[in-house]
């Protein structure tokens, strides 16, 4: 029986992002404490927690880092172990979208209709700096940053980024999901 813990108590230092500087309140630390002792959730945590043990990524790679991307399905790696082995090649059985390598203005509209054809709630991962923000390529071939045609929800950083880099990604997402933050089509529109 999974027992719901803070992320500090797994070791992970994003807590300052999530919670409030001056920790929770007397009634909060009695209700988590009644939690793990009998075992009760709510349907809204359930929920997360099986978001993050289902996540199936979309392959959409462009450049470089897709090698990096593909890295992370070996049994170095083994991404199976957060139950995103199954990398789809439909939008409509995928609800991750990585996004690893540098976006032409041409594939801005392949982009944007694998996106839009991707079930909700749906996420993306803006892998490299390509990516991110078109890296090295400051022309007028390169779109300067993927979040111009979807909303990201996670940059990784790298120029490429290794596996362990985009596990670290992979990681902070599922964070996110676990505290109830919606994902960023949700939260902020994006440019048109």
Known sequence: MA????????????????WPTKGPGAFENEVAQMERAVGLTTLEKA?????????WPDTF????????????????????RFGMEAFRASPRQADLLIVSGRVAHKMAA?????????????????????ASSAGMFNNYTTIQGVDKIVAVDVYVPGCPPRPE?????IIRLHE???AGI??????RGVAS
């Open 3 to 18: 027992v719901d813990k803070r992320l500090r108590d797994h070791g992970l230092n994003s807590e300052r992002l999530l």
């Open 47 to 55: 929920v997360a927690w099986a978001q993050t043990k289902s996540m």
């Open 61 to 80: 790679g462009l450049a470089c880092c897709a090698i990096e991307m593909m890295a992370i399905v070996s049994s170095r790696y083994d991404i199976a």
């Open 110 to 130: 392949p982009l944007r209709q694998i996106y839009d054809q991707m079930l909700e709630p749906k996420w993306v991962i803006a892998m490299g700096a390509c």
């Open 165 to 169: 880099a985009l596990m670290e990604g």
């Open 176 to 178: 996110r999901v676990l």
């Open 182 to 187: 919606p994902p960023a089509y949700e939260v």
